[in-house]
């Protein structure tokens, strides 16, 4: 014999009456409830992945805080979104930082400030002559500098270039020439006035007798 069902075991069973029957107007409430909460969810997921990848990434929560349909989402935004190489990261960077100095001289303008320019290169003949003047006044800073020397030697008979107020400070610096530059300097010297001689000849340069002047005065202090 089966042995007759409590009242307190029937009301433990959910859906069933208190004398033991299934309340079926309970249980189709909630199987009418189900579809309206998955339709609703539904639709909630398919408006959020069409308004961007940033409201996709919004999972929709379920009942408990769980939602199968959030998380397939948010991993169809991450796949679709694959990192950047070491290298496009570079790239990347380097194209933010251009952006960055360009709105910041743009501000700048803006502003009537003007940035300030780098300062003129200065040319060779100015930095050999400044070498010159250095060494005769003895300036603490000064050193010897191969490439300046070499300049004054290479144009000291022209005026343009070494005027006539730095040329007896020239000479003065041409009297401590040793070995291998001294030589050379005499024999460039001797070999320009030949050239001279033979050009005086023939129809004469009104430069020659500055030039051949200076010719003369470094043969006479290095001789």
């Not at 009418?32 to 969810?41: A, G, L």
């Not at 639709?43 to 929560?61: I, N």
């Not at 194209?95 to 780098?118: D, F, T, Y």
């Not at 050193?143 to 004054?152: D, G, H, N, S, Y």
Request: net charge positive; hydrophobic share 35%.
């Amino acid at each position: 014999m089966v042995p007759p069902t409590s009242a307190s075991q029937s009301a433990e069973i959910p859906g069933m009456s208190h004398v033991g029957r299934p309340h079926f107007s309970s249980m189709a409430k909630q199987k009418r409830k189900v579809p309206e909460v998955t339709e609703k969810r539904k639709k909630k997921l398919k408006k959020a992945s069409a308004e961007g990848p940033l409201l996709g990434l919004e999972a929709v929560p379920d009942g408990d805080g769980a939602s199968p349909q959030g998380g397939a989402v948010l991993r169809a935004v991450q796949d679709a979104e694959p990192e950047l190489s070491p290298e496009e990261q570079r790239v990347l960077e380097r194209k933010l930082k251009k952006e960055r100095k360009k709105k910041e001289r743009q501000r700048l303008r803006e502003a009537g400030v003007v940035a300030q320019q780098p300062p003129a290169r200065r040319s060779g003949a100015e930095l050999a002559l400044d070498y010159l003047c250095g060494w005769a006044q003895k300036h603490e800073n000064w050193r010897f500098q191969k490439t300046r020397q070499t300049w004054l030697l290479l144009h000291m008979y022209d005026s343009d270039k070494v005027p006539d107020e730095h040329f007896s400070t020239l000479l003065a610096y041409l009297e401590g020439l040793r070995g291998q530059a001294r030589e050379l300097t005499v024999q460039k010297a001797e070999a320009l006035m030949r050239e001279l001689d033979e050009e005086g000849v023939g129809d004469p340069d009104p430069l020659l007798p500055g030039r051949a002047q200076r010719i003369r005065q470094v043969l006479q202090m290095l001789s």
